[in-house]
C-alpha cells in the first residue's frame, strides 16, 4: 500500500509554544488529507480536511486559529498547533487517501504531543 | 444523526475464532471499511465491504449486510499478536469516514 510519514512521532514542548506536525505521502498525489485527533481509549476525532491549494475545512468545534493546517503541495499538509497548552496533549494522525471515493484511508505513524 | 456501533472490549483465547460486529447509520454509504490499531500506534488497513457478503482474507474475514446496516470482522487462529483496538469506519454520501469508537480485543493464552 501507500505510504503516509507523518513526523515527528513524539514530541514534548512547553506552554505557550507552538509544534508543527508534517504529514508526507511519499508515493502518490494526496489531494486531500485529513487531521485526526485521539484521546486515549478514544475513536480517531476528525479535527479537519486539508485540501491542497485551498483552506482546511474544521469540524465544529475545532479552532481555526489553534489548529493551523497548510496544504501547500499534493505530497505535504502540516498541523501547526499554536499556543500549546497541557490539554492539547493527544496522539495526532494524519491520513490521506488517494483518488476515488472508495479507496482506503493511509495513516502516518501518529505523533505524540505532550504539553508540559 | 450518524452512528457507529461496536462492541467497547472483548476477550478470546489464543488458537480461538472471535466475530466483533458493527452496525451504522449513516447518511449514505459508500462502502465500510475495518482497521487494526495497537496502543500509541496508527491504524493499519484490514479490510473494505462495499457489496453484501463476505470478504476472506487470510485468518481474516469481514462481512457485510446493507439492508441491516451491519457488518463484522471475523479473526480466526488468534494469536497473541491480535490483541488490539478494531476499528470500524463508514464512508458516507461524501465518502467521509465515520468512525466507530473501536473494540479493544484482548487476547488470552
Known amino acids: 500500500g501507500a505510504v503516509v510519514s507523518q513526523h515527528p512521532s513524539r514530541v514534548i514542548c512547553k506552554s505557550g509554544t507552538s509544534v508543527k506536525i508534517e504529514c508526507r505521502s511519499l508515493d502518490f498525489q494526496a489531494t486531500t488529507m485529513f487531521w485526526y485527533r485521539q484521546f486515549p481509549k478514544q475513536s480517531l476525532m476528525l479535527m479537519a480536511t486539508?485540501?491542497?491549494?485551498?483552506?482546511?475545512?474544521?469540524e465544529q468545534g475545532v479552532e481555526k486559529d489553534k489548529f493551523l493546517i497548510n496544504h501547500a503541495s499534493l505530497t505535504l499538509s502540516t498541523l501547526t498547533v499554536t499556543s500549546a497548552h497541557p490539554e492539547d496533549s493527544s496522539f495526532y494522525i494524519c491520513?490521506?487517501?488517494?483518488?476515488?471515493?472508495?479507496?482506503?484511508?493511509?495513516f502516518g505513524q501518529g505523533t505524540r504531543l505532550t504539553v508540559v | 444523526g450518524q452512528n457507529i456501533d461496536q462492541p467497547t472490549e472483548m476477550t478470546a483465547t489464543e488458537g480461538a475464532i472471535v466475530q466483533i460486529n458493527c452496525t451504522y447509520q449513516?447518511?449514505?454509504?459508500?462502502?465500510l471499511f475495518w482497521y487494526q490499531q495497537h496502543a500509541g500506534e496508527a491504524p493499519t488497513f484490514l479490510s473494505y465491504n462495499v457489496l453484501d457478503g463476505l470478504e476472506e482474507k487470510g485468518r481474516f474475514s469481514s462481512f457485510l449486510s446493507r439492508s441491516k446496516g451491519y457488518s463484522y470482522l471475523l479473526l480466526k487462529e488468534l494469536q497473541m499478536k491480535d490483541s488490539a483496538s478494531y476499528l470500524c469506519?463508514?464512508?458516507?454520501?461524501?465518502?467521509?469516514?465515520?468512525w466507530g469508537a473501536g473494540t479493544k480485543l484482548i487476547i488470552k493464552p
Open positions: 469506519a463508514v464512508a458516507d454520501s461524501n465518502y467521509q469516514l465515520i
Open positions: 449513516t447518511s449514505g454509504f459508500n462502502g
Open positions: 491520513s490521506a487517501r488517494g483518488l476515488g471515493g472508495d479507496t482506503e484511508a493511509f
Open positions: 486539508s485540501n491542497e491549494g485551498s483552506k482546511a475545512t474544521y
